[in-house]
């Protein structure tokens, strides 16, 4: 019997439901991060790979969806130099390539705090070359060699919403930059939680240190604008909806905290996401689950182990009154496939140790006309259960209609410490209207996926 193209060897095939893979592609050992999709006049698509680890971004042509080309790998800063350079986040819009910038995570990309990296936002033009961006500036966030700029949203027009570190706040906070002028971005307006403004507060009563600051309020994003309203996934701090109408003047809305019972003590991001969905008075919130590759193996192994995880999922949140968001629905476990050599996702690979298993990234479509907008499906990169597809036509019942888990890498592209086996993850997807599933992994490269019906 033949092993799929895309096995990494006989009897490491990942495992797939309801779907088919079109494509993989290695990336030239670059592990990509947030992708967005670009589609010429010409009717030429292109995809911008952000980099996990790296000082810049993957280019491909993807026009053939079949048999994708890598453009070129294109360098943002000296990585020499620049030894914690992340460039994680990437938006196309308006002919505009926004790329994040930001500081890596020792834990998970191998680099020490003290490592130098820039932060901010570069603005490239894609009109005159898709393949050869012109950038046309580079604002910065304020902090030197901090967090920078994380999920962010742009979708066309002056105004791009950040999630970004700033002087005098904890953490990230929701950030405005007018980019009418692309070659000079301006910040226009700002919001934040009370508890983030630390020059409003004494020295030593805020938190210090990366998990610490989990349970803290903080933008994870993006901030994701619709009809004026912005919903941000929060951390701590939950769901929030703030009125941007008015971008120098943000207002809170409403908001709703889901930790606890949800999230909490080894997790990722407490609230990562919150997708509103289009003509429809629901949207789907998310808690980070976590890659099992980026724990600390004396934590599993150690009698300090924290024991039972708080669960991480994805709620389905009536937003019909903005001041009263309202859990509705949970979605369902992620299907366990048939000769899956573990009970569960929670205790895969840690040797019985239970996991903050959960989501991590969903599909943004972002008013963009060449992503796919279906606000009865959603698509999420469960991290080692990997791509899950939703039927979310009813948000009371909701249900699982495909999957595919990716192979198990054989190498690292990185040195990070693991606790256990590498498994197969997915990081983050992003879907076209042609109905082609782009989806990047840990440690390994894109594959290129397509749903059977």
């Known amino acids: 019997m033949t092993i799929p193209f895309y096995a990494k060897s006989p009897g490491n095939e990942g495992y797939i439901k309801n779907m088919k893979v079109v494509a993989f592609h290695d990336l030239g050992g670059v592990m990509a991060f947030q992708m967005a999709l670009y589609k010429t006049a010409g ?18 042509d993807v026009t053939d969806p079949a048999d994708p080309r890598l453009v070129k790998f294109f360098e943002v800063c000296d990585p020499k130099i620049y030894v914690a ?3 994680p986040k990437v938006q196309v819009a308006d002919d505009l390539l926004l790329v994040a910038l930001g500081g890596g995570i020792p834990y998970l990309h191998g680099v020490a705090y003290e490592d130098k990296n820039i932060g901010g936002l570069m603005v490239f ?8 961006p012109k950038l046309l500036s580079h604002w910065e966030t304020g902090v030197q060699d901090g967090m920078g700029v994380h999920r962010f949203m742009y979708n066309g027009g002056r105004y791009a919403h950040l999630s970004s570190d700033c002087p005098g706040y904890i953490g990230q906070i929701y950030r405005i930059l007018d980019i009418g002028d692309p070659e000079h971005p301006v910040e226009v307006g700002r919001w934040w939680m009370p508890e983030q403004f630390s020059d409003g507060m004494e020295a030593g009563t805020y938190p210090v240190g990366h998990h610490d600051e989990k349970d ?9 604008v619709q009809d004026g309203i912005a919903y941000c996934g929060y951390w701590a701090g939950g769901g929030v909806l703030v009125d941007v109408s008015d971008v120098t003047r943000p207002k809170k809305l409403g ?28 949207g789907v919130l998310t808690n980070e689950g976590e890659r099992f590759a980026s724990w600390n193996k004396e934590v599993i192994e150690s009698s300090a182990n924290p024991g039972a995880q708080p669960m991480n999922n994805l709620h389905m949140i009536d937003v019909g009154n903005p001041a009263d968001p309202t859990l509705v629905a949970e979605f369902p476990y992620p299907e366990i496939p048939a000769g899956y050599p573990y009970p569960n996702f929670n205790t895969a690979g840690l040797n019985g140790t239970q996991g903050p298993f959960g989501p991590h990234n969903i599909h943004e479509p972002m008013e963009k006309p060449w992503l796919e907008d279906n606000p009865n499906r959603l698509y999420c990169c469960y991290f080692h259960a990997g791509m899950r597809v939703y039927d979310i036509s009813d948000p009371y019942y909701i249900k699982e209609i495909a999957y595919f888990m990716p192979p198990n890498p054989e190498h690292k592209y990185f040195e990070v410490p693991m606790p256990g086996p590498l498994l197969g993850t997915a990081e983050d997807c992003i879907v076209d209207d042609r109905g082609y599933i782009y989806m990047d992994t840990y440690h390994d490269g894109l594959y290129i996926l397509r749903l059977l019906a």
């Open 216 to 224: 803290w309020p903080q933008l994870h994003g993006p901030p994701y």
């Open 43 to 60: 009717g030429k698509y292109y995809l911008y790979c952000g980099s996990f680890k790296g000082a810049g971004y993957n280019i491909l």
């Open 125 to 132: 033009s894609l009109k005159e070359d898709p393949e050869n």
């Open 255 to 282: 908001q709703l905290k889901m930790m606890p019972p949800f999230s909490g003590k080894l997790a990722g991001a407490r609230c990562h996401t919150f997708l509103p969905l289009r003509g429809r008075p629901f």
């Open 85 to 87: 350079q992340s460039t």
